[in-house]
């Protein structure tokens, strides 16, 4: 008998595909790679060009990079004694970024767990519309509304001499923050697999331990994402923050002090300054530390989630 | 049998439709911008002029009754701060620019190393300088002393009862500074000549334009600020000002400013690039007569005595 094997019959040619479909896929695969290492792209050229317009300043022998850092006094265009110290500007973007976030992650997270477990359909799409809704408030109008309507709010309850302050500002962050929250914690929620929630519902576990215990567990990196965007948000916001907040140089000792942020001091200031300038090239780096602030936070946010995988 | 489409549910050619559906969208879009660009074919100068927020009301106000007196010239005001509008001068962006304060040496030398040229400087009214406080506020006059010592980096004043001075139904005691931001012309000249060219006080309120300053001090009963004379409003009072503690103290108004003995008087000036030629010329003749004038009295500044008007 001939040997049974497979070689008993020759394996049919494969179809011969046209050149041009061969080149068009590989073309089509180029360009999606391309598109997806464009974002890394775009982040170094920023992170280039900020460096390129601070950079003279930094080797300047009168700058002091401990001075900018650490001291709380800005006084960049003063005729008798220039001093360039961002603290106080980095304490305000703290105060108010750590406040809104107090604020936005109860209401966020329990709106994402709210919408993914508690509702039925029809209320969970129509809350769901008018959350993106408040996304798609642009941020100038929620300026508007911290300088006007919140500001009087506040001193009429607080018995605060201004109504621009910190608590203004966190507050208006919080509102600009939640739908974010919201819509990707919902998103997280609901990519926890089925098979969870029915093991859990199968051992007599009541709705709140299937919250508590199963769903925020098992969702914990999508959630923790969710929350770091929020913060992203809040750490980035300029136009909000440069009406709600007072727009004052200095240290809060309560919630009811006026601060300047990081972003709002650039926006107030670069107009003004003469392009190349040595103001010019201080708001440059101050450009750089809120990048370096920003990626510290989410550095420090990857270390935690790995190791909560670790501990698995 | 399984798998058959329900009929209709889908389109022929979805790629077809969405593809036409786009070039539509965007013949459209031309359509529309070409036909507002190629409107009256006619010779519209455009005169950019940009600079202090103190001066943007009278500026627009200037800007809308040219347009009546030489409908070919456009011109297109913009505020943002005397500093801004000087600093687009240095990089030859603007005609004019409009400021509340003096360029200084360095800005005119960086005006000669960037474009050539001098900038050439026309005063074009005067304003008062007014300190405002909040109208329950029973304070009214102040001396510059006393002003530096609560607005200045080295002032002991923060608290109201160190002037004497109690608010009725005030929530505290401190005073509560209402200042501008850097890029004003009007923070530069009250740094100047209030304080000697030292620095503010840091943790006052820096508002974005001269009647932000005037709202905030109205809803504010603690509070003190500065801004042009005309951003009065009935919830505030101006301060009289007295050169030195002890001297008499003026209030800010027409005459005090013209004859200088209210001691924050001020120029507002406009600033080209050179000597100002063709329409901008026109246009700085025509501020400087008395039409030009008479608007800028309209907007609560000083109009330039008639000596120095354009006849």
């Not at chain 1, 960049?76 to 005729?79: D, L, N, V």
């Not at chain 2, 329950?136 to 009214?140: A, F, K, L």
């Given at each position: 008998m001939a040997p049974n094997s497979s070689t008993g019959a020759v394996a049919p040619p494969r179809p011969a595909r046209s050149r041009r479909s061969v080149w068009g896929e590989r073309g089509i695969e180029l360009l999606i790679y391309a598109s997806g290492v464009s974002a890394i792209v775009f982040i170094l050229a920023i992170l280039f060009f900020i460096l390129r317009e601070a950079a003279p300043v930094l080797f300047?022998?009168?700058?002091?990079l401990t001075q900018f850092l650490f001291s709380t006094e800005w006084y960049?265009?003063?005729?008798s004694n220039v001093r360039y110290g961002t603290l106080a500007l980095s304490a305000g973007t703290l105060a108010v970024t750590v406040l809104a976030m107090v604020l936005a992650v109860p209401f966020g997270l329990g709106g994402a767990v709210f919408l993914s477990q508690f509702c039925g359909p029809r209320l969970r799409e129509s809350l769901k519309i008018i959350i993106e809704l408040l996304a798609a408030i642009p941020s100038v109008v929620w300026g508007f509304i911290g300088l006007t309507v919140m500001s009087r709010l506040i001193v009429t309850y607080?018995?605060?001499?201004?109504?621009?302050n910190v608590l203004n500002g966190g507050i208006i962050l919080a509102l600009m923050s939640v739908p974010i929250i919201v819509s990707i914690g919902e998103d997280a929620l609901k990519a926890v697999p089925d098979s969870y929630i029915e093991a859990a519902t199968a051992m007599g576990a009541t709705r709140w331990q299937l919250v508590f215990r199963v769903l925020l567990p098992a969702a914990r990196n999508g959630l923790l994402a969710a929350v770091l965007l929020g913060v992203g948000r809040a750490i980035g916001e300029t136009m909000a923050v440069l009406m709600?907040?007072?727009?004052?140089v200095q240290i809060p000792h309560g919630i009811l002090d006026s601060v300047r942020t990081l972003t709002a001091n650039i926006a107030a200031e670069l107009g003004e300054?003469?392009?190349?300038s040595e103001h010019y090239q201080v708001l440059f780096l101050t450009g750089v530390l809120l990048f370096t602030i920003t990626m510290l936070v989410n550095l420090a946010a990857d270390l935690i989630i790995r190791g909560v995988r670790a501990r698995k | 049998m399984m798998g058959q489409p329900v009929s209709g549910t889908r389109p022929d050619h979805p790629t077809r439709t969405i593809a036409a559906a786009a070039l539509l969208a965007a013949l459209a879009v031309l359509a529309a911008c070409g036909g507002g660009a190629g409107g009256p074919q006619s010779q519209t100068t455009t005169i950019q002029n940009k600079g202090s927020d103190t001066m943007v009301n009278v500026a627009q106000a200037w800007a809308e009754e040219y347009k009546r007196v030489a409908p070919a010239v456009d011109v297109e005001v913009s505020g943002g701060g005397s500093g801004v509008g000087i600093a687009a001068l240095l990089r030859g962006t603007v005609d004019i620019a409009t400021a509340s304060r003096n360029m200084k040496a360095e800005e005119i030398e960086q005006a000669k190393r960037n474009t050539g040229r001098t900038p050439h400087e026309v005063i074009v009214g005067y304003d008062a300088l007014a300190v405002y406080v909040h109208q329950?506020?029973?304070?009214?006059s102040i001396s510059i002393e006393q002003l530096a010592d609560i607005f200045?980096?080295?002032?002991?004043?923060?608290?109201?009862s160190q002037l004497g001075v109690r608010i009725p139904g005030?929530?505290?005691?401190t005073i509560v500074r209402v200042s501008r931001q850097s890029s004003s012309g009007t923070y530069e000249f009250f740094r100047d000549h209030v304080m000697g060219n030292l620095d503010f006080k840091l943790g006052s309120r820096d508002m974005n334009g001269s009647k932000e300053v005037v709202e905030l001090i109205g809803g504010t009963p603690t509070a003190i600020g500065y801004s042009g004379m005309?951003?009065?409003?009935?919830a505030v009072k101006m301060l009289r000002i007295a050169a030195r503690t002890g001297d008499p103290a003026f209030p800010p108004s027409v005459e005090n400013t013209l004859n200088k003995t209210y001691p924050l008087a001020r120029s507002l000036q406009l600033y080209t690039l050179g000597e100002p030629q063709g329409a901008v010329k026109a246009y700085i003749d025509w501020i400087l007569s008395d039409a030009g004038q008479k608007i800028l009295e309209e907007s609560g500044y000083v109009p330039l005595p008639s000596e120095q008007r354009n006849k």
């Open positions: 300047s022998d009168r700058f002091s960049p265009t003063s005729a607080t018995g605060a001499p201004v109504g621009v709600a907040t007072g727009h004052a300054a003469p392009a190349g | 329950s506020n029973p304070i009214e200045g980096e080295r002032g002991a004043t923060v608290n109201w005030a929530s505290g005691d005309g951003y009065a409003t009935p």
